[in-house]
């Protein structure tokens, strides 16, 4: 069993930054996926990043490419999220979420995803 735990959101102005930090108990085997999803009331929950511990492999969504970075710390099985130049729309419930095995390409759907944080809420006002 994993129990993921997300901190470090919070409410900033446009072009302010913060970092999420997602902590995942249990066991992290190799072939593992950690990512980052977010969602805003009417929309469908998207993903925002995700790392692939068995080759190293990153993914980042268009929507905040040179914005956000994600820093895995595999000793302690932790994500983290830093996002800069927020804007307001990357106000939202953020997520993490474990996917184990192999896969044909990056999963992207949260339905690829097994395990879930409960979530960080992120506001940035205008």
């Known amino acids: 069993q994993v129990h993921l735990v997300e901190s470090g959101g919070g409410s900033v102005q446009t072009g302010g930054s913060l970092k999420l930090t997602c902590v995942a108990s249990g066991v992290i085997e190799d072939r593992t996926w950690m990512a980052w999803f977010r969602q805003t009331p009417g929309k469908e929950r998207e993903m925002v990043a995700n790392?692939?511990?068995?080759?190293?492999?990153?993914y980042i969504a268009k929507a905040v490419e040179g914005r956000f970075t994600i820093s895995p710390d595999i000793a302690r099985n932790t994500l983290s999220l830093q996002m800069n130049d927020l804007k307001p729309e990357d106000t939202g419930m953020y997520y993490c979420a474990i996917r184990f095995g192999a896969a044909y390409r990056t999963p992207l759907s949260p339905s690829e995803y097994t395990y879930w944080g409960q979530g960080t809420q992120v506001t940035v006002s205008s």
């Open positions: 790392y692939y511990n068995h080759n190293r492999e990153t």
